[in-house]
């Protein structure tokens, strides 16, 4: 009878979705995330050119919106990587939005020398 009484009490202050309550936030961004994300910020002081790297098939969801605020001013250019994977037809949309929007952009596949040394 006990075990069923603690079970209760267990159950009882677990919330709506399965999170137990007043077991404070959760923290998604794991720590070499956040440790990177403050070592490109302090190399993007002394940097003139950043070269963006996005996934083609996805290209403004995978833009990082925590360092856009620190690219503003910088000369950027938005490579989007996995240009095999991504659709042709939908490729060249996105390339003349970005040209429309006055940025530089570069189709690539990282895996294709060729395709790299495009952007070096």
């Known amino acids: 009878m006990r075990g069923l009484k ?3 009490k267990k159950l009882s202050s677990i919330g709506e979705m399965g999170f137990i309550r007043g077991g404070g936030s959760i923290n998604w961004f794991p720590g070499h995330m956040a440790a990177a994300t403050r070592a490109i910020k302090d190399r993007l ?3 003139d050119l950043v070269i963006e790297v996005r996934d083609a098939r996805i290209p403004l969801s995978s833009a990082n919106f925590d360092l856009q605020h620190k ?3 910088k000369r950027k250019v938005v490579a ?3 240009r095999d994977l991504a659709n042709p037809n939908i490729m ?3 390339i003349r939005y970005f040209e429309s929007c ?3 952009c570069l189709p690539i596949n990282s895996h ?3 395709s790299v040394n ?3």
């Open 118 to 120: 495009k952007v070096v």
């Open 6 to 8: 603690n079970m209760a």
């Open 102 to 104: 006055k940025q530089d």
């Open 80 to 82: 989007l990587n996995k």
């Open 71 to 73: 690219l503003v001013g």
């Open 92 to 94: 060249h949309k996105w």
């Open 112 to 114: 294709s020398k060729s």
């Open 45 to 47: 002081k002394l940097s």
